[in-house]
């Protein structure tokens, strides 16, 4: 039986500032391309690898609404078939200029998969951001590690 390996958090990642406004624009480029129909909210999600890699997702809505996919869930999905198993940061842009962007619990859940210290940029269209980590957006967070605790 193989092993399963989890991502090791070694702390959110200090990534310079011209790292962070190239990753807000990779995923504003990637809002461009999201297909949303019917709610008409772009999100564009772009993913930074160990390697340096850029992964970006934007949102595919459907008609029957549930089987829609969020940027943040279909960047990760890429990374994860191209081999990635851990990330660097994550930033997520929408069209919403009061607000940061924010991604939804699902997503939230599904990038704690990948590790709780990574760094999450949630941004404004005029580059703005806040810079969180998967922990902070997601307290006490399930993950891969507890399936593996002691247990009654």
Not at 3 to 32: C, Y
Not at 52 to 63: D, F, L, M, S
Not at 79 to 97: N, P, Q
Request: charged fraction near 25%; glycine fraction near 8%; charge should be neutral.
């Amino acid at each position: 039986m193989d092993q399963v390996k989890f991502n090791m958090d070694h702390g959110p990642q200090h990534l310079s500032e011209e790292t962070v406004k190239m990753l807000i624009q990779r995923s504003q480029g990637a809002k461009e391309q999201a297909y949303c129909r019917y709610s008409n909210f772009r999100v564009g999600a772009a993913l930074l690898t160990p390697d340096n890699r850029v992964i970006t997702g934007c949102n595919v809505e459907n008609a029957c609404y549930n089987l829609g996919v969020c940027a943040e869930r279909n960047a990760i999905a890429k990374a994860v078939s191209e081999g990635h198993r851990s990330f660097k940061a994550i930033a997520i842009s929408s069209d919403m200029s009061k607000e940061f962007i924010s991604p939804c619990g699902g997503c939230r859940q599904f990038m704690r998969e990948f590790g709780s210290n990574w760094d999450v940029f949630l941004t404004k269209p005029d580059g703005s951001y806040q810079r969180m980590t998967v922990d902070q957006l997601l307290p006490f967070g399930f993950g891969p590690e507890q399936l593996h605790e002691e247990r009654v």
